[in-house]
């Protein structure tokens, strides 16, 4: 079995999404950071165009020492950017845009691992402005680059390209339209970042107790755990309970 770890996806603690009703305060954020760190989480994925959410990461971030960030991977992204006054994200791929992200994104976050191309398609993945813009990137410290994807034609580009390293994308059994590119990406050398894995929460709606809840946990990781990836799974709560409970299911998967 490949390397793969649960991670934490932040569009929760930043803005309203999917079944979140109310953005937590900065204080419950950032002990949501905390309580997740103290369970063993070391991967962190947000973005520009998730609110508050790469300002409150980094907010934890500066208050872990220095050997404790040492072992924290932050993944962000940049080409989604959010409007304050709207409280709505908008796409502007321009290198310009794309920098002026990136360089508030590290300061906010300080070192990133990982930096993707959101709102892909397969012409901006080759376009000069997000090539340029990457490269920007790799020369103040970035490690790797990757997309995040929501169309089986940027999978395939992002796949056969070996400037990214990293493709993030929705895969689960409901959603399973990835199946082919998640197969080959060992084949390409290619780290994945898994999101939704229980389908925005679809997948355990209308369970009848606690315990069939645990147990379709446990086959929704199990079904992206058969295939044989190195990567991340990411979780998108911000409940320190179901933080464990998917913690629990996802090493109770793995067995």
């Given amino acids: 079995m490949g390397r793969t770890e649960l991670g934490c996806g ?18 419950e954020a950032i002990n949501f950071l905390h309580s997740a760190y103290d369970l063993g989480i070391r991967f962190f994925d947000t973005a520009p ?38 409280q709505a994200p908008y796409t502007d791929h321009s290198f310009e845009a794309l920098k002026s992200s990136f360089d508030r994104s590290r300061r906010l976050l300080g070192e990133i691992a990982i930096l993707q191309l959101h709102k892909t398609t397969p012409e901006l993945l080759s376009d000069p402005d997000v090539q340029h813009a990457f490269a920007y990137a790799r020369s103040r410290g970035v490690a790797k680059i990757g997309a995040s994807i929501s169309d089986p034609e940027s999978a395939a580009v992002a796949l056969a390209d070996k400037r990214f390293n990293v493709i993030q994308l929705p895969y689960n059994a409901v959603s399973s339209q990835f199946q082919d590119y998640v197969a080959a990406a060992p084949r390409n050398d290619k780290e994945l970042i898994i999101n939704r894995p229980l389908q925005m929460g679809s997948l355990t709606t209308n369970t009848q107790s606690s315990e069939e809840k645990r147990a379709r946990v446990v086959e929704a990781f199990r079904f992206i755990l058969q295939e ?3 990567g991340v799974i990411l979780t998108g709560t911000s409940n320190v309970e179901h933080l464990e409970e998917n913690l629990a299911a996802f090493e109770r998967a793995k067995q």
Avoid at 10 to 27: H, K, Y
Avoid at 78 to 86: L, N, P, S, T, Y
């Fill in 10 to 27: 932040l569009i929760a603690i930043g803005r309203q999404w999917g079944t979140t009703p109310e953005v937590p305060s900065e204080a």
């Fill in 49 to 86: 165009s998730y609110g508050l959410s790469e300002q409150r990461l980094g907010l934890f971030l500066e208050s872990l020492t220095d050997e404790q960030r040492k072992e924290v991977r932050v993944a962000t992204k940049f080409g989604e950017h959010w409007d304050e006054e709207r």
């Fill in 228 to 230: 044989d990836f190195d």
